[in-house]
């Protein structure tokens, strides 16, 4: 069983709609990452939390430490949000490397 | 400030060949990272290194070596190339608040 676990691994979404992906790990974290790729293309970081909440225009992450849970929310999706979106954690111990989800691939439908 | 840096953005290579695929960060971090994606699949650590001088094994690191003489530069070595290495490989640097930066990766074929 892997440490990361997310889901849904698919997401098929009409534009406009709100969209939610989920991230729960099994062990104690540092810091949890939600990273976005677009097919084809490069790796880019969306959030770095280690607490609470944090926005960035329509992107909206927020994390749980004692339910050992994180989520990712989309307000008004867009097809240019269609991307896989990656969660991945720093345990506690051994803390230098990442552990990764494996992914959510999320298509936006216009 | 230019990011995380990888040269080449592409490379045909023929079994038995040798490359290094270099990576540059102008950000001062300590930690670097390689990866290697396959096709349709997740990220899988190859080498870290938390400082100059200092690297260690990922997960994949047979076929693979690395050096870091600098802050900056985090070089990967192929050493005999094989088709299980046609990959895209990223570079990525973290900060202090453990947020990493990835280079634009070299998508990399063995024929």
């Known amino acids: 069983k892997n440490e990361v676990e997310q889901s849904p691994q698919n997401l098929t979404a009409q534009e406009g709609e709100f969209i939610t992906i989920n991230c729960s790990y099994s062990?104690?974290?540092?810091?949890l990452h939600w990273l976005q790729q677009h097919p084809g293309g490069g790796i880019v970081s969306l959030f770095m939390l280690s607490s609470g909440k944090k926005k960035h225009g329509r992107l909206i992450a927020t994390i749980n430490i004692q339910e050992k849970h994180s989520s990712l929310h989309i307000t008004a999706s867009h097809p240019r949000d269609s991307a896989v979106y990656i969660c991945a954690a720093y345990p506690n111990f051994g803390n230098e490397k990442l552990t990764f989800g494996t992914g959510t691939r999320l298509t936006i439908i216009p | 400030n230019a990011g995380v840096t990888q040269t080449p953005k592409f490379r045909i290579l023929k079994i038995g060949q040798s490359m290094t695929l270099q990576c540059t960060q102008d950000?001062?971090?300590?930690?670097m990272y390689w990866y290697r994606q396959d096709p349709g699949m997740g990220l899988k650590l190859i080498y870290y290194s938390v400082g100059a001088g200092i690297t260690d094994k990922g997960e994949v690191p047979n076929g693979y070596n690395v050096s870091r003489s600098t802050t900056e530069d985090f070089p990967l070595r192929l050493e005999l190339a094989a088709p299980s290495q046609t990959s895209v490989y990223f570079c990525?640097?973290?900060?202090?608040?453990?947020?990493?930066?990835f280079g634009p990766g070299t998508r990399l074929t063995v024929t």
């Open positions: 990525a640097s973290r900060d202090r608040y453990y947020e990493q930066y």
């Open positions: 950000m001062n971090h300590n930690y």
């Open positions: 062990v104690g974290i540092s810091a």
